[in-house]
């Protein structure tokens, strides 16, 4: 059983989308309907609550896409990007350079990168290889992928432990470098992390990190609360990920 194929499971019975599963979900689930009230000693408490915060009501959020195709796309990319790190030796500080070539040459803040300059800045020479992957980022057949969802994403099949997963992924989303991140790019974070195509697939996971990261509720994180949340999240932040072992 894959790491998509447990999510998707947990997905199916996390009626409420926020990445859990709480008591009546999960006696739903297996019972086939609702625990009555003498069990229901989380009545109105289906998700964890955490602190003085309880998990938000979700239901103004479209509930995320699911299915095999999904699960497919995913792997697809989890595979692709394996691969092409274990082929190129790519190693955490290799990402890092790879970031500091693109933010040298994005004179114009747009974010994107071509072809070209994706072999440019991961120092690789262009094959087939890499027009597959750079395909797998180009969603609108532009020509023109995000190059920092691209490098967020290698960033988990190089090697790298979570603690230095977390500083790159909040530094190369703080693009202020206030030491903040706004929901918008929690969920771009998310995107990378999940190998996910559409930002709707992540879209609760934000919510529900959200409520218990944003203390103040002026709608930013700061690291520290990135922090406190990784951990409180682990495997909604940053889901295994893992270079496969050569053989």
């Known amino acids: 059983v894959t790491d998509e194929e447990i999510d998707e499971m947990i997905r199916m019975i996390d009626k409420d989308g926020d ?14 309907h609702k625990p009555p009230a003498s069990l229901s000693v989380l009545e109105n408490k289906s998700a964890p609550i955490f602190g003085n915060k309880s998990i938000p009501n979700l239901a103004a959020v479209p509930p995320p896409p699911t299915g095999p195709e999904i699960i497919e796309a995913r792997n697809v990319k989890r595979k692709a990007l394996d691969e092409f790190s274990r082929d190129n030796n790519l190693k955490p500080e290799s990402i890092k350079r790879a970031y500091r070539r693109f933010m040298a040459s994005d004179k114009n803040k747009s974010g994107v990168i071509n072809y070209t300059e994706f072999c440019v800045i991961l120092q690789v020479e262009p094959s087939q290889q890499c027009e597959n992957l750079f395909q797998l980022y180009d969603y609108d057949d532009t020509g023109m992928i995000d190059a920092r969802e691209l490098l967020v994403g290698l960033a988990n099949f190089t090697g790298a ?17 206030n030491g903040v991140i706004t929901k918008g790019e929690l969920i771009q974070i998310l995107k990378a992390n999940h190998l996910a195509t ?12 959200m409520s218990q990261a944003d203390r ?30 050569q053989v």
């Open 198 to 209: 559409l930002e709707a697939e992540v879209a609760r996971k934000a919510v529900t990190i």
């Open 19 to 32: 990445g859990q599963v709480g008591f009546d979900e999960f006696y739903t689930m297996v019972r086939g």
């Open 161 to 177: 432990g979570k603690d230095d997963k977390l500083k790159f992924s909040f530094m190369v989303y703080d693009e202020e470098g």
């Open 216 to 245: 103040k509720g002026d709608g930013i994180i700061t690291f520290d609360e990135f922090v406190i949340v990784s951990k409180k999240f682990p495997n909604i932040l940053f889901p295994a990920q893992q270079r496969r072992p």
